[in-house]
């Protein structure tokens, strides 16, 4: 499933750069997955064999004609008659993240075990900058589970240097 995600979100991405319109189709993007996260059952109609094509088409027209870039509603219908409305969020997901790969950004999920200040989210930022090669967007998320010390994910690798980790790498030592 996530091949064909990709697969539709590439060529998208590939419309959204030769229209140099990245921006328009991310915003556009991000408005239509809240709305299909906040009502699945619209996609299931759009996905529902027993309506039939025209009917789903025109409802698409109707709600996003004039509202979404043509490209993005013509995706929409493409997804809507090949029978895989249930992959839109995916394809969106996946846009996402080749719309950052293209620019260079990743995000990175911070968690701390106090709310960081603004000069530690900067130095944070900076370090993870110089990691990665990439301009980060950064998430701060509270874990108080972590005692102290933080926690890093970004592009799929880990850095932990909570207190927690810690604690749990002694505790791995002393039961060997």
Do not use: W
Request: some cysteine; proline content about 2%.
């Amino acid at each position: 499933m996530i091949q064909t995600e990709r697969e539709y979100a590439e060529a998208l991405f590939t419309l959204a750069a030769e229209e140099n319109a990245t921006q328009e189709f991310l915003d556009s993007l991000g408005m239509l997955r809240q709305l299909f996260d906040e009502n699945p059952d619209y996609a299931e109609f759009l996905n529902s064999p027993a309506i039939a094509l025209s009917e789903r088409l025109a409802s698409i027209d109707e709600a996003f004609e004039g509202n979404l870039p043509e490209y993005v509603v013509s995706f929409l219908k493409v997804l809507c008659e090949n029978g895989k409305m249930r992959t839109v969020t995916g394809c969106i997901d996946e846009f996402i993240k080749l719309a950052r790969e293209f620019s260079n950004r990743a995000v990175a999920t911070v968690y701390s075990a106090v709310a960081l200040s603004e000069e530690q989210k900067s130095s944070v930022c900076k370090k993870l900058e110089k990691l990665t090669a990439k301009s980060i967007d950064p998430i701060y998320i509270i874990d108080e589970s972590l005692i102290g010390g933080i926690k890093v994910e970004v592009d799929g690798k880990t850095f932990d240097s909570s207190i927690k980790h810690r604690l749990g790498e002694i505790k791995d030592v002393m039961n060997s």
